[in-house]
């Protein structure tokens, strides 16, 4: 069964960066289309980021176009989320996701498999 364990989390000035990372295993990692979500205290959990199983082909919301940047590691079944440009506004619970697709493009959801989640706290 698939198990994902992200890391990476911490405090943060307003400006500064983060790296998550989330370590897939269980299965096969490149039949998986990966994602970033993310959950604000008080607010609900929404998507930040995808990539294709080939990591050619990715998705970012609005909010973090140009700030965060997702990327994977097939041969280390590792994906990552490069934050920077930090803001308080991204303060929040990160979590990843994986669903298996057949496809080479990203998939929005539903997604199937989901980690602990890595906590991000963003400070002015």
């Known amino acids: 069964q698939v198990q994902l364990v992200e890391s990476g989390g911490g405090l943060v000035q307003a400006g500064g960066s983060l790296r998550l990372s989330c370590a897939f295993s269980?299965?096969?990692?490149?039949?998986?289309?990966m994602a970033w979500f993310r959950q604000a205290p008080g607010k609900e959990r929404e998507s930040v980021a995808a990539?294709?199983?080939?990591?050619?082909?990715?998705y970012k919301a609005a909010s973090v176009k140009g700030r965060f940047t997702i990327s994977r590691d097939n041969a280390k079944n590792t994906v990552y989320l490069e934050m920077n440009s930090l803001k308080p506004e991204d303060t929040a619970v990160y979590y990843c996701?994986?669903?298996?697709?057949?496809?080479?493009?990203?998939?929005?959801?539903?997604?199937?498999?989901w980690g602990q989640g890595t906590q991000v706290i963003v400070s002015s």
């Open positions: 996701a994986a669903k298996a697709f057949p496809g080479s493009t990203v998939v929005l959801g539903p997604y199937e498999y």
């Open positions: 269980g299965r096969t990692f490149t039949n998986y289309v």
């Open positions: 990539i294709s199983r080939g990591g050619d082909s990715t």
